[in-house]
């Protein structure tokens, strides 16, 4: 554990350390620790660059991982339910179709999805990245099996009786026993479409519209160019792993609510 808990948190650490210096301390002084305190100039310089570009490409992020990793759940959870808790003709097989889905890379995607949104001119837009993302096989599949287990048929049965029609029986019942699945499933979403690269890169070419991914690449590529754009760079990644971080720790503590719930049980 220790020998992990180095490997990813050091390059965490050396990112910290490197956004507090001036530029010309970065290669001449220790990389893993501080020389003179520069972070809140960094960020201001780092911030200002380009007419304010960088938040702008934050909250693009925020738009496309935060509203794209909420539908994706919503999706995956009414349709992993809908899959454990319905008997009709073809389940197994859609399921098995699903399954197929978690199994194909996203990358191999990205080319597909570029040229059905070209026959439809929507290249380049906001929807080009954000629709894709709301599709996630992988929490289909957990929910599935989540809900199969967690959710009680003799509790559904309880609120069809009372009178609960099936959607709302679905957001007042299952959605509470499936809270755990739900998070994990947000999370995994989340940070697959925060850290999207690939789809970006193919679909958008107005900077604009860039996540902060593509945003600090694409400064990454001028480095040789404008020499101040590395610590730019530097700073901007600093920034973009804290609203993974704020995530995580929001939402951590229900799956400490969900484990001890299974206890109980």
Known sequence: MVVFTVYFLVPIWWLLVAATKARGDLTTTNAL???????????????????????????????????????????????????????????????????????????????????????????????????????????????????????????????????????????????????PALVTVFLFQFVAIWNNFFLPLIMLRDEALFPVTLGLYNWNTQVNQVPELRLYVLTGALLSIVPLIVVFLLLQRFWRGGLGSGALK
């Open 33 to 179: 620790w501080f020389s003179d305190m520069n972070l809140l100039e960094n960020l201001a310089a780092t911030t200002g660059y380009g007419g304010g570009v960088l938040p702008r490409w934050l909250l693009n992020s925020v738009l496309y991982a935060g509203g794209g990793a909420l539908l994706g759940t919503l999706l995956a959870g009414m349709c992993g339910y809908a899959l454990a808790k319905y008997r009709f003709p073809g389940r197994e097989l859609v399921f098995n179709v699903v399954l197929g889905g978690v199994l194909v890379p996203a990358t191999a995607l990205a080319l597909p999805l570029f040229l059905l949104f070209s026959q439809i001119n929507a290249t380049n837009t906001f929807w080009s990245v954000f629709l894709p993302s709301i599709v996630s096989p992988f929490g289909v599949y957990l929910t599935r099996i989540f809900a199969a287990s967690a959710v009680p048929e003799e509790l559904l049965e309880a609120a069809r009786l009372d009178g609960s029609g099936e959607v709302r029986t679905f957001f007042t019942v299952a959605v509470r026993l499936m809270f």
